[in-house]
């Protein structure tokens, strides 16, 4: 008996990391049906706000908006696929990481997240509060498939 697990529409959090990177080739390959899509997700940490506003940077909401305008370039880049059957939506938010996953996940009714195991974030954060990963399998109301960091050299 087999059976293969195929998703209309997935959630890919994207922290430019070469784990997200491989978590989105790889959502490619669990995409079927009519009209598959892939949401690409990058989320702003509040915790990058908040620092610029505490360290005393002028006009927040100018860089914040800068910072957008360079993350979709970059978003649109990084989220290049071959197959021109998938519809990709690219959305940027600021928040709180896993708690924007969550929402986008309800949001966007996807069937899946597929996510990175370890990405871009601080060690010492990770260490104390856990990863990202971790809160959206641990809150999430649909599947979540995880990978791991890519392997040296593939």
Do not use: W, Y
């Amino acid at each position: 008996m087999s059976s293969l697990v195929a998703f209309n529409t997935l959630l890919i959090p994207i922290d430019f990391s070469d784990t997200s990177r491989e978590a989105f080739l790889q959502a490619e390959a669990l995409l079927a049906g009519e009209e598959p899509s892939l949401i690409a997700l990058h989320v702003i940490d509040t915790g990058l706000v908040d620092l610029l506003q505490a360290s005393g940077v002028e006009d927040v909401e100018q860089q914040v908006a800068t910072l957008r305008k360079n993350l979709e370039q970059k978003l649109t880049e990084f989220t290049a696929l071959e197959r021109s059957d998938v519809v990709i939506s690219r959305v940027i938010c600021v928040g709180t990481p896993f708690l924007e996953i969550l929402h986008k996940a309800t949001d966007f009714a996807v069937d899946a997240i597929v996510m990175g195991k370890v990405g871009n974030g601080d060690r010492f954060e990770q260490l104390l509060f856990g990863s990202t990963a971790e809160h959206v399998l641990r809150a999430s109301a649909c599947p979540v498939i995880v990978f791991p960091r890519p392997l040296p050299g593939h």
